[in-house]
């Protein structure tokens, strides 16, 4: 392959890992006004309280995972969970990324070039599914819910900066199950993540979410 098309290639393959998370390499200015909130019944207000209680009851998760890039692309891998804070996507090849967060940093991890840049967590739209308390309201705001047979859709975006992105969460319903999230990034790109045999409970190693490069680490 050619360099040009090789380098075209790299960079598509990591701009499709980053776009799991819904990050952005450049500051996006903001102007827009408040978002509106969805138009909730009783019975939503009461399936939201459940999904955050869902939510936050997982303290460890492992799953397979499906990525759909705006492109049409996909990639796959191992996705880790060990909440609050923390987050690993190992990508199987030819996408030779890894993303971790510890809780205060997402470091994506370019393991060919072994380059690694950081991010705030918050700078993802996904970061609220990482704190210790999970809450769909205050500097969340809800939407859209949709319900469908034995399914329930959740968007959210961030109160303060509602055009960084937006997520929307997939459930299976009865018994409540997260499928899947799907990225809508500033840009307006829409990226799907879907999670096969999810295991929640699982046993995970502190050092998988260790950042590289970084020293501290252990703190």
Request: hydrophobic letters at 40%.
């Amino acid at each position: 392959m050619p360099l040009q098309g090789h380098l075209s290639r790299r960079a598509l393959l990591r701009g499709a890992a980053v776009a799991a998370l819904g990050l952005t390499f450049a500051p996006v200015l903001s102007f827009a006004a408040a978002p509106v909130s969805a138009a909730l019944t009783p019975e939503d207000t009461a399936d939201l309280k459940r999904i955050e209680s869902y939510l936050g009851g997982i303290k460890t998760l492992q799953a397979l995972f499906q990525q759909t890039n705006p492109d049409g692309s996909t990639a796959e891998g191992e996705l880790y969970l060990s909440r609050p804070g923390k987050l690993r996507f190992e990508y199987q090849p030819p996408v030779q990324m890894l993303i971790i967060s510890d809780g205060n940093f997402v470091a994506v991890n370019d393991l060919e070039l072994k380059n690694v840049q950081f991010f705030p967590v918050e700078s993802t739209p996904v970061w609220f599914l990482l704190r210790e308390a999970i809450k769909l309201s205050g500097d969340v705001t809800v939407t859209r819910f949709e319900r469908g047979p034995k399914s329930l859709r959740v968007t959210c975006v961030q109160t303060k900066d509602p055009n960084s992105g937006a997520i929307t969460l997939v459930f299976q319903d009865d018994p409540l199950v997260l499928k899947q999230w799907i990225v809508l990034d500033p840009q307006h790109r829409l990226t799907t993540v879907a999670l096969i045999d999810p295991r929640q409970g699982v046993e995970l190693k502190p050092e998988m979410f260790y950042l590289p490069n970084r020293a501290d680490n252990h703190g």
